[in-house]
């Protein structure tokens, strides 16, 4: 029922910034948080930033102070800023919808980000 399109992915320097959107067909208060996530080649799907309704957040370590995470609810849209990108940040991301009660679980399609030289 509820779509999430991802956009903003792409190709990047070491040390440059992107900004990855994710546009929900529905109010983002339907859910007890948003979240983005990411995989690499290789690797598990892993945790990068979580945004609740009532505005706290959290981050991975691997990503604290550099990543933000943010939401604007007139336009049902989560943000990613990802700024000082490593190489070891090039992967999938995904954007996802999340509430426990009742259970709803919704994914975004993926989005691109390779950091290279």
């Known amino acids: 029922q509820v779509q999430l399109v991802e956009s903003g992915g792409g190709l990047v320097h070491p040390g440059g910034s992107l900004r990855l959107s994710c546009a929900a067909s529905?109010?983002?208060?339907?859910?007890?948080?948003m979240a983005w996530y990411r995989q690499a080649p290789g690797k598990q799907r892993e945790l990068v930033a979580r945004?609740?309704?009532?505005?706290?957040?959290n981050y991975a370590d691997s990503v604290k102070g550099r990543f933000t995470i943010s939401r604007d609810n007139a336009k049902n849209t989560v943000y990613l800023e990802m700024n000082s990108l490593k190489p070891e940040d090039t992967a999938v991301y995904y954007c996802?919808?999340?509430?426990?009660?009742?259970?709803?679980?919704?994914w975004g399609q993926g989005t691109q980000v390779t950091v290279s030289s």
């Open positions: 945004i609740t309704t009532g505005g706290f957040t």
């Open positions: 529905g109010t983002l208060f339907s859910f007890n948080f």
């Open positions: 996802n919808a999340y509430r426990a009660s009742p259970p709803y679980d919704v």
